[in-house]
T-cell receptor, first 110, second 116 residues
Framework: GQSLEQPSEVTAVEGAIVQINCTYQ??????LSWYQQHDGGAPTFLSY????GLEETGRFSSFLSRSDSYGYLLLQELQMKDSASYFC???????????FGTGTRLLVSP | GAVVSQHPSWVICKSGTSVKIECRSL??????MFWYRQFPKQSLMLMAT?????????EQGVEKDKFLINHASLTLSTLTVTSAHPEDSSFYIC????????????FGPGTRLTVT
C-alpha cells in the first residue's frame, strides 16, 4: 500500500517560518508534490520535487530526501491568508496518479 | 492558466436517485482526469483515473457499478453516483492533467453532494 503521514495541525504567527513534514511509504515513487487547500475550495499546486534537494518558489520551499522517504514544505513570512490545509502527494510510478497525505491544517494568528 | 470547472457546485438528492457530476478542462486538453472524494477535515481519496476513450481505472474498494465514470472527450469527464445513499454524501473533486509526464494536476472547485 501507500501512505503519507503529516502532522495534523501546526500553528504559527504572522511573519514566522513554519515547516510541514511528510513521511511516506509507497510501493512506487516518482516525486512529491505539495498542494494548498482552503476550506471549501479546490487544492492548488504549490511545489514539486522530482529530485532530492530543495526547490524554492517565492515564500514557499519544498525539500525531498528519497533515502529517508521524507519531505517538507517550508513557508516563510507567514501571512493570515496562508491559513489552510496543506497536503503532500506522492506520484505513483507508472500510473501517474497522486496519493495524498493525511493533510496538515495550518493556523496563522496575528 | 489551466482551468478546470465542475458542475454542479452543490447538489441535494433523495436516496435512491442518481446524480451526474461534470468535470471540464476549459483551456487545455486533458488526457487524464482523476476523481477524488473528500470527507470533512480529511484528505483526498482517489476514486478513479480516467483516460479519454478508455475505461476508467478504479481504486481498490471503489464500486465500479455505483460510481460510473465516462471520459468521452479530451475536455469532459463525468461521474455518476447511482442509487445514491446518505453515506455517499461527500465533496467530490475532479482534476486533470494536460499530458503524460506532467506532474501538476489542476483541480476543479468540487461538488458537494448531499443525499437525504
Amino acid at each position: 500500500g501507500q501512505s503519507l503521514e503529516q502532522p495534523s495541525e501546526v500553528t504559527a504567527v504572522e511573519g514566522a517560518i513554519v515547516q510541514i513534514n511528510c513521511t511516506y511509504q509507497t510501493s512506487g515513487f516518482y516525486g512529491l508534490s505539495w498542494y494548498q487547500q482552503h476550506d471549501g475550495g479546490a487544492p492548488t499546486f504549490l511545489s514539486y520535487n522530482g529530485l532530492d534537494g530543495l526547490e524554492e518558489t517565492g515564500r514557499f520551499s519544498s525539500f525531498l530526501s528519497r533515502s529517508d522517504s521524507y519531505g517538507y514544505l517550508l513557508l516563510q513570512e507567514l501571512q493570515m491568508k496562508d491559513s489552510a490545509s496543506y497536503f503532500c502527494a506522492a506520484e505513483d510510478t507508472g500510473f501517474q496518479k497522486l496519493v495524498f497525505g493525511t493533510g496538515t491544517r495550518l493556523l496563522v494568528s496575528p | 492558466g489551466a482551468v478546470v470547472s465542475q458542475h454542479p457546485s452543490w447538489v441535494i438528492c433523495k436516496s435512491g436517485t442518481s446524480v451526474k457530476i461534470e468535470c471540464r478542462s476549459l483551456d487545455f486538453q486533458a488526457t487524464t482526469m482523476f476523481w477524488y472524494r473528500q470527507f470533512p477535515k480529511q484528505s483526498l481519496m482517489l476514486m478513479a483515473t480516467s483516460n479519454e476513450g478508455s475505461k476508467a481505472t478504479y481504486e481498490q474498494g471503489v464500486e465500479k457499478d455505483k460510481f460510473l465514470i465516462n471520459h468521452a472527450s479530451l475536455t469532459l469527464s463525468t461521474l455518476t453516483v447511482t442509487s445514491a445513499h446518505p453515506e455517499d454524501s461527500s465533496f467530490y473533486i475532479c482534476s486533470a492533467r494536460e499530458g503524460s509526464g506532467v506532474y501538476e494536476q489542476y483541480f476543479g472547485p468540487g461538488t458537494r453532494l448531499t443525499v437525504t
